[in-house]
T-cell receptor, first 113, second 111 residues
């Protein structure tokens, strides 16, 4: 089944404890992206990747890191999480190296205490 | 960067009536405008999109119009049904890689 998966789906952590949210797609998509969703703010793009080893900042990259070593995986790293990073995170991918039709993962609910 | 404003934030319509959501964008370079629907507790899903070389696009009960001169685009849902109840997001892409979303419109279809 073609899909985008994220792990974990739910995470409660404490300030400063490094964490990684994984994202994987099995559709051989070129483009992958991370968003955070907050009430009243919609979805905001954190980072995106046009292809392996090619990444760039979105609108809200501060406090996040990404890597794209393999085409299928695009992990989101929070080196030192803070409470303002409490949010719902979505990973997405699209076939071409562009925005186009993006397929979203199920989301990761992160709470930073 | 691109700034997308979306109105209204909430919309309640009677089943069978039409719903219209409007968005404006700031970057004249934007050339791709998708609309996503997010049901409660679910992931966003693309419902329709339009590119800057087209003024209108329809898909059954859903249509999107684009006015590049005024920098605004709209989603029209006709003959609304209960399953149309969801949050709808507009978005704009200025360079084929970045995507900026509006804040969302919560649509409630009353039976």
């Amino acid at each position: 089944e073609a899909q985008v998966t994220q792990n974990p789906r739910y995470l409660i952590t404490v300030t400063g404890k490094k964490l990684t949210v994984t994202c994987s797609q099995n559709m051989n998509h070129e483009y992958m992206s991370w968003y955070r969703q907050d009430p009243g703010l919609g979805l905001r793009q954190i980072y995106y990747s046009m292809n392996v080893e090619v990444t760039d900042k979105g609108d809200v990259p501060e406090g996040y890191k990404v890597s794209r070593k393999e085409k299928r995986n695009f992990p989101l790293i929070l080196e030192s999480p803070s409470p303002n990073q409490t949010s719902l995170y979505f990973c997405a991918s699209s076939l071409s190296g562009r925005t186009d039709t993006q397929y979203f993962g199920p989301g990761t609910r992160l709470t930073v205490l | 960067g691109e700034n997308v404003e979306q109105h209204p934030s909430t919309l309640s319509v009677q089943e069978g009536d039409s719903a219209v959501i409007k968005c404006t964008y700031s970057d004249s370079a934007s050339n791709y405008f998708p609309w996503y629907k997010q049901e409660l507790g679910k992931r966003p899903q693309l419902i329709i999109d339009i590119r800057s070389n087209v003024g209108e696009k329809k898909d059954q009960r859903i249509a999107v119009t684009l006015n590049k001169t005024a920098k605004h685009f709209s989603l029209h849902i006709t003959e609304t049904q209960p399953e149309d109840s969801a949050v709808y997001f507009c978005a704009a892409s200025p360079d084929d890689y970045k995507l900026s979303f509006g804040a969302g419109t919560t649509v409630t279809v009353r039976a």
